[in-house]
């Protein structure tokens, strides 16, 4: 296709002017907030530059995502922020939302910005039974500077079934213009099969909230009288939902979470009290894109809708035809036992373009652009300790590789085996033989054993500065009875070793929020 449009001349020429008319035509906005007086706050740290220029963007331009590295204060941003806006009468009652682990931290935070604010700090409590329709009512009666709450606080208040019908339908109907168009093309079978999927599982969903029997739909979220939202590690309501003709292409995840359709449907509700514009939102997180290249496209849906409608870039399959690529290579298998061809959606084009519409709603700001004092790394880069397989590790490896080529060779009933089942026990036992069967013997030369003996060399050179270790392991967390689990093993290994077990703890030690915090 693109040698054909290359072809002609007159044709080249007018689909560049069409490409530039659309996206290369803008110039990226400098905001300078140094003015900044900021009425209220307590002055008990100077503000960078690039806080006073984020803050001053939020006030002037509204829907902002703060993509700041970790450590860059985006804390005080969302706060400064919230009570400028408030002071200078664009927003009525601000809303901060965080992680569950957080709430107490972030409301005193605040406090500590802003001495004389009026901060309502919501806990898990506030929701529970018939204090409720109390908490309902302070929030909706109450004149806050700034209302604090949880991820889950926040999902526990939806909006009301009858704006979230009206949503879900309009999301049935695109579906519907989307199988019409491609039941015209003989080869889209599958993609319409895929389609009517979809459109059956938002039909479900249709049909539940309407029979849904709900005596206090008048406590919903637009009842709070809410009209801004900053939403701290936004990156955890990135797997919002999507239709596309790509289902099959790696890279391309059609997960969709309840906590993303939760945010996406109170950031338009925020939106149109301001008649639409793109203002009233503000989602915070150092990781905008951490897995998959359309994580752009799902900010952007939050963020800028109405640019993207105006572009045609709305639906996900305009915006990776216009600014991204499927690659097609050589990828080891997942049983390990060769290569494969895979296509991945892993390319961006068209870069420039793409920021200059993605950075018209972001502030983004790296490590190396604020040059934060950091520790420096030992060796200047990670160091890797290498275990050798044990014997029983490398059997069990090819026992796997006779699974795999089992599910391709024969009818096997995905109940008794599965590639999901053949990788994750692949996983286990790259970690620990002992995972797979408890009654394998410790291996010396192991990852738990390797491990421990690095900690144990760290805790004795660091032993005159009583300098704390932290060890990461998302496997094989603690569990209750006989069962084997690697962080008791480690535990075990480490008190062999000669270290106190007092100065041994685990982080599921903290049970509730306020001791995670």
Known sequence: FAAWAYEDAARRERLCR????????????EFDGSHLKLPGFSQCFELHGSQRNAIWRVVQSGNTGLFHAVGAGKTAIMVAASMELRRLGLANKPAHIVPNHCLEQYAAELVRLYPSAAVLMATKEDLAGDRRREFVARVATGDWDAIVMT????????????????????????????????????RSNRI???????KKTWKIRLERLENQDRKDDFLCWEALGV???AYDEAHSAKNLFRHTKMARIAGLPLSNSQRAFDLYLKSRHTMSLYRGEHRGVVLATATPVANSMAEVHTFQRFLQPNTLRSLGLEQFDAWAATFGETVTALEIAPDGSGYRLNTRFARFINVPDLMTVFCDVSDIRTREMLKLPVPILKGDKPRTVTCKPSE???????????????????????????????ASEGRLAALDMRLINGRQPADPG?????????????????????????????????????AFSVYQAL???????????????????????????
């Open 18 to 29: 069409i490409y530039n008319d659309l996206f290369n035509c803008i110039r990226q906005r």
């Open 151 to 186: 991820h889950s606080t926040f999902e526990l208040l939806p909006m009301s079934a009858g704006f979230t019908a009206d949503f879900i339908k309009d999301t049935i109907r695109e579906i519907e213009m989307a199988v019409r168009m491609c039941s015209a093309d003989s």
């Open 192 to 198: 319409v099969k895929q389609l009517e999927r979809m």
């Open 227 to 229: 009209d801004w939202l």
């Open 392 to 422: 029983q590790l490398r059997a069990f490896v090819r026992s796997l590789v006779k699974r795999a080529e089992r599910l391709k060779t024969a009818r096997v009933d995905p109940r008794e085996d599965n590639m999901l089942m053949i």
């Open 446 to 482: 192991g990852k738990v054993a390797q491990c421990a003996r690095e900690v144990h060399n760290i805790w004795q050179e660091t032993a005159s500065l009583k300098r704390a270790q932290l060890v990461f392991c998302d496997l094989s967390t603690p569990k209750s009875g006989m």
């Open 491 to 517: 535990r075990e290994e480490l008190i062999e070793l000669g270290l106190p077990a007092e100065q041994i703890a685990f982080i599921h030690d903290a049970e509730t929020d306020s001791q995670k915090a």
